[in-house]
């Protein structure tokens, strides 16, 4: 699915300089993908990876579309509180040096429970960063909701959803650090 949301662009465009190359991830002893690539068979249903808060670690699963598989990246995903609106939680993980196939961004708005007038979005992006194909839950397509560890200083993220397209979604970010508003 291509989206051509201004707000994505903005977003991206602006903290694109903030990532790095996504690089793979996996557990001792278990053989890892090219950087970006998924860490398994498209298609193949797997368990989302527990993370303790400060890694760093982005990780991505779709099931169902053109890019189904598992995606993760370890540069920050500058995740924030308060700075969207009170009590918003986001992130903002991209890199400009992922290929075809490869994460190059993930983005959520997390509003506070409750808060009717708020939205919970996310965007995952396979490919180049401004060319690759973007799943999203936005307002007007999807279901979606996401889970806070928040450790102070760190926290975890994991949302999961489905686009308006039947395409699942798994999220966990991992924060390194949190800017608090």
Known sequence: MRSTST???VISVLLAACGGAAAPTAAPGQPTAAPGQPTVAPGTPT???VVQPGGGTVSATLTGGADAGTYTGSENPNCSFGLAAAGTWGT???TTEAGAGQLSSVQMVVPPAGDSDAHFTMLVTIGPLFDGNNYEITPD????????NDAGATAVIHAT??????VGMDVTVNCPSVIRM
């Open 47 to 49: 368990a989302p990876p």
């Open 161 to 166: 959803g489905t686009t308006e397209d039947g």
């Open 92 to 94: 903002q993980y991209s």
């Open 141 to 148: 397509g999807g279901t979606g909701s996401a889970q806070i």
């Open 7 to 9: 707000l994505t662009l």
